[in-house]
């Protein structure tokens, strides 16, 4: 968020600030039950929502923050599966599900789907869809030598 815009946003209605902080200390200091939480979450989304702060900016800078931090997994997920290829042990059933182990990384698919599921370090990516990359790397666990069956 914008620092410049919170900076003029304080100088701009700090009486309010501090009247709206009084008012809540004082409630929270008085009151003794669970009408001084509600008071004071009362007052504290008065006040976002004074500053002009809107739950779909809030939520928009979540989905950022979420969207980059994915697609910087998925990223790491590519490159240790390039990396670790060699080390990787494929297993297969019966049904030709299969499972691909690598000290960081498991993939888990199934016989004629176009997805496997991807965990980096024991955290689910979710579903991915099998690439160029991601079909090397199947084919390569497959082939060097540490295929289980």
Known sequence: MNTQVWS???QQNWLIIVIALIVLFVVLGLV????????????????????????????DVVNDVTTETV????SEAMNLMMKEAKEAKYIADAAGNFTIT???????????KDK????????SLGKWKINDTVQ????????NGNAAK
Do not use: Q
């Open 8 to 10: 003029d946003f304080l």
């Open 32 to 59: 003794k039950t669970m009408v001084k939480w509600a008071i004071a979450i009362i007052i504290v989304i008065a006040l976002v929502v004074y500053s002009g702060v809107s739950l779909e900016k809030i939520k």
């Open 71 to 74: 697609d910087t997994l998925k």
């Open 102 to 112: 690598t000290p960081n990384l498991e993939l888990k698919g199934e016989k004629g």
């Open 116 to 123: 496997v599921d991807v965990s980096l370090r024991g955290v």
């Open 136 to 143: 090397s790397f199947i084919n390569e666990s497959k082939a």
